[in-house]
């Protein structure tokens, strides 16, 4: 038997345990049920990766809102989920909660795609307007060693003024530093800023939101979201572990950083400016009309 088939059996195997699991027809697609939420969650081997997405209906909790901007809504949300977690936007404009699980020779994702499929729960449970009811730790609380981390993986750890360490990271504009510190207790988070909220309009943060629910679909790991660091709110890229990363994992979380700012990094920085956040907002819909007027809630 592969490594790809033993991981395949493993995970279906990990997951049917505490959720319903069944096969689409192909060996590695599955649809997970769970008795958290009502709604289908999808998961596929691809390559290297383990996929799960789940799709969303139309918004009940913001039926009747007229204020909400509902993508700087999931952008907000983004930042709290659990198991690293996402609301994206895919290429037809639906909206999707996924997260993804590298496959790791010689690393059981088991206990990851655990925490990935409760942070998946947690954020359907938010969009439908109910709370979340945790599951509970399924990985070994072991506290994060960042240094060695990074000397294992031949990332070059700096040590800040205000305490926080981080790893510079190459960039179209030249090399960015990824902030890197302690989630929780034993978990981990990465990330590095794109834009400084307080400072924009509402036009330009709309825009982004818009921009960064749309990149969340492509990205791998890394997720966009509005977070607050010292008080201020930030547009950022961050991955997330709930629990201690092994050496591969923190490799996989610095390297899908440098991609996500690679490829979002210019278009950022044109919807900061007024007037292109303005024209980016009236070009079409940001969601197709059948899925509910109240999420075209537009300017």
């Not at 059996?9 to 959720?19: C, F, G, P, V, W």
């Not at 790893?167 to 030249?174: D, E, H, Q, S, T």
């Not at 197709?288 to 999420?295: I, L, T, V, Y």
Request: charged letters at 20%.
């Amino acid at each position: 038997m592969s490594i790809a088939e033993y991981q395949t059996d493993r995970i279906a195997s990990l997951i049917s345990a505490t959720r319903g699991v069944s096969r689409d027809g192909q060996r590695a697609r599955w649809e997970v049920g769970t008795d958290l939420v009502d709604s289908p969650i999808f998961a596929r081997v691809a390559g290297d990766w383990l996929l799960f997405e789940a799709p969303l209906r139309s918004n009940p909790r913001l039926a009747g809102a007229t204020t909400a901007f509902l993508p700087e809504q999931l952008a907000g949300w983004n930042a709290l989920l659990p198991g690293g977690a996402r609301f994206g936007v895919d290429a037809r404009f639906n909206i999707t909660v996924r997260a993804d699980v590298p496959l790791i020779d010689d690393f059981d994702p088991g206990p990851r795609a655990l925490e990935a499929l409760s942070g998946i729960e947690a954020g359907l449970a938010w969009f439908d307007g109910c709370e979340p009811s945790p599951r509970g730790a399924v990985s070994v609380e072991v506290p994060v060693d960042f240094k060695l981390l990074a000397d294992e993986t031949g990332w070059a750890l700096c040590d800040a003024p205000d305490g926080d360490a981080s790893i510079l990271v190459p960039a179209p504009a030249g090399p960015v530093p990824v902030q890197v510190e302690a989630h929780g207790e034993t978990g981990m988070r990465a990330w590095i800023a794109v834009a400084e909220l307080d400072d924009l309009t509402p036009h330009s943060r709309h825009a982004l939101a818009v921009l960064l629910l749309r990149a969340s679909s492509v990205l791998r790991l890394a997720r966009p979201a509005f977070a607050r660091h010292h008080e201020r709110q930030s547009a950022v890229f961050e991955v997330v572990f709930d629990s201690a990363p092994g050496a591969a994992e923190f490799n996989h979380a610095i390297e899908s950083l440098a991609v996500s700012i690679a490829m979002a990094a210019s278009e950022v920085k044109l919807l900061c400016e007024e007037q292109t956040a303005r024209d980016y907002l009236i070009v079409g819909d940001w969601i197709p009309r059948d899925q509910g007027e109240h999420n075209n809630n537009q300017p």
